[in-house]
């Protein structure tokens, strides 16, 4: 069973650029949720996804976004990079039971702001 | 909102030796979950344990258990018979118990790098 797939594995950008992730969810999972890793702040939620709606979002400004396609792929978008967006962004996918989802996570996106 | 502290950001042992991660969490809630999730240098997040609040035993997956203490909200991974593999970053997380439907919001600690000696 393939796990969840993240693309690009890294990138570098400048500042004022925007930047789109991808994210492949485990096949039958159809929860997507994304979060943001830094050295100061560490792992934050940003935001969930299911049924190609945002079912909960985390405190990052309007700058962050994201979507979710009917295959349950997942996306999510960041604009008007600022050097503080720099970090590693990570995806997790689970089923949608009631209670504790055992999210399992893909390798990370690591986006460098210049 | 929740918090979740792991106050020791480094810990070494060496192999085939136990050590014990500490973790405390603060919530009003009642109903929630407690994870344990381990991060090798390869940055993949892994769940090593996972943690019912409304269950009084403490869960164990092989070398690894937890010490749950629900009164205290302290929520400690013991890992025995320590093996080079387990040298990574480990972050404790917590998740509501929504009744109604799916929850996938984890609050993670900052957690601790562990280093296990050959």
């Known amino acids: 069973k393939a796990g969840v797939t993240q693309t690009p594995r890294y990138l570098i950008k400048t500042r004022g650029q925007q930047v789109t992730l991808s994210c492949s969810p485990i096949?039958?999972?159809?929860?997507v949720s994304w979060y943001q890793q830094t050295p100061g702040q560490g792992l934050q939620f940003l935001f969930e996804y299911f049924s190609e709606t945002q079912r909960n979002k985390g405190n990052f400004p309007g700058r962050f976004s994201g979507r979710q396609f009917s295959n349950s792929r997942s996306e999510m978008n960041v604009s008007t990079l600022e050097l503080g967006d720099s970090a590693l962004y990570l995806c997790a996918s689970s089923t949608d039971r009631a209670g504790a989802n055992v999210l399992t996570f893909g390798a990370g996106s690591r986006l460098t702001v210049l | 909102a929740q918090t979740v502290t792991q106050s020791q950001p480094e810990m070494s042992v060496q192999e085939a030796e136990t050590v014990t991660l500490s973790c405390t969490y603060d919530t009003s809630e009642n109903n929630y979950y407690l994870f344990w999730y381990k991060q090798p240098p390869s940055r993949q997040m892994i769940l090593v344990i996972r943690?019912?609040?409304?269950?009084?035993q403490n869960a164990t997956e092989n070398r690894f258990s937890v010490n749950f203490q629900k009164a205290a909200k302290s929520f400690s991974l013991k890992i025995s018979d320590s093996q080079l593999g387990d040298t990574a970053m480990y972050f404790c997380a917590f998740m509501e118990d929504i009744i109604t439907g799916a929850n996938s919001k984890l609050t993670f600690g900052k957690g601790i790098t562990l280093s296990v000696r050959p």
């Open positions: 096949s039958g999972h159809r929860s």
């Open positions: 943690q019912e609040a409304y269950k009084q």
